[in-house]
């Protein structure tokens, strides 16, 4: 690949991760056109919202790392008790990012700190500014961020996702991960994000519950019966720590379910691991 072929790659990669903003926006809030939004609320106990982010059996194979970031839910504006931080932090953009990109960021960021300056009540703008931090790297500065939305939004789905996922996949802070994937559970038990979310972080970063790790997937699966993506990943859990006869039993389990709900590909796949599983 030549320089510029390369130059040009990255650039396409940071208008992507920046267009993962616009997910988050509501209509009517300016910027573009969003992706359908979740509705609902969220992290409260005994409501429940429009899950974002899970499949249906009959969807691709699981893909779980990156976790896919669902669109907040905005409600009534509740004002916290602190102040908000600092709105602006300097921050040393990656060498990897070309001199097209880090001004495009630059751009987005002084944007969206003119905009929570005019008002820092708005929890959109601060979600935003979590994601353009994100983007560079700036892993402590979004986190500041997202706490502070989830602040004013309690409902904020993306919020507690961004949270969680940040907070166990760059910070090393596996109690906090924990604390904002199980939040989303207690709202919604069939948020798949956050089951795929827990086993991650216990299988690879929570060293201290390393045996919650197909625990969690399990009880997704006692509630989410027709979703075979927790299946196929307790599968391949039990699979790679040498439990032959747990990833059988729950091999069958899954083509149960699959022939249950009409997907003759998965179907066939899964015979054909369970055929040559030794």
């Not at 499949?55 to 839910?73: E, G, W, Y």
């Not at 630059?106 to 994601?131: F, I, M, P, Y």
């Not at 919020?159 to 207690?186: D, F, I, P, R």
């Not at 790679?240 to 709900?261: C, H, M, S």
């Amino acid at each position: 690949m030549t320089k510029n072929q390369t130059k040009a790659l990255l650039i396409i990669v940071i208008l992507v991760l920046i267009g993962l903003a616009a997910v988050t926006r509501q209509p009517g809030t300016g910027g573009p056109d969003p992706l359908p939004a979740a509705t609902g609320t969220a992290p409260t106990a005994g409501n429940t919202y429009t899950s974002v982010g899970a499949m249906d059996a009959s969807n691709t194979p699981i893909t779980t790392t990156p976790l896919p970031l669902p669109a907040p839910v905005t409600t009534t504006k509740v004002l916290p008790t602190t102040p908000p931080p600092p709105i602006h932090r300097e921050v040393k953009a990656p060498a990897y990012l070309s001199p097209e990109a880090v001004k495009i960021l630059q751009a987005k960021l002084v944007a969206v700190e003119k905009k929570l300056r005019a008002d820092s009540t708005d929890a959109l703008a601060w979600n935003d500014l979590g994601l353009y931090r994100k983007t560079l790297e700036d892993y402590e500065g979004a986190v500041l961020a997202w706490e502070y939305e989830k602040a004013l939004a309690p409902t904020s789905v993306a919020a507690y996702h961004n949270l969680a996922y940040t907070y166990g996949m760059y910070l090393s802070q596996s109690v906090k991960a924990e604390q904002n994937w199980k939040a989303l559970l207690v709202a919604d038990t069939h948020y798949i994000p956050a089951y795929t979310g827990l086993h991650e972080l216990y299988r690879y970063r929570y060293g201290a519950k390393a045996a919650e790790a197909d625990k969690i997937l399990i009880q997704g699966i006692a509630v989410n019966s027709k979703n075979t993506d927790l299946y196929t990943l307790l599968i391949q859990y039990y699979k790679e720590a040498g439990n032959i006869p747990a990833a059988r039993t729950y091999l069958e389990k899954a083509i149960t379910v699959a022939q249950t709900n009409k997907n003759t590909l998965l179907t066939t796949r899964l015979q054909s691991d369970l055929a040559t599983l030794k």
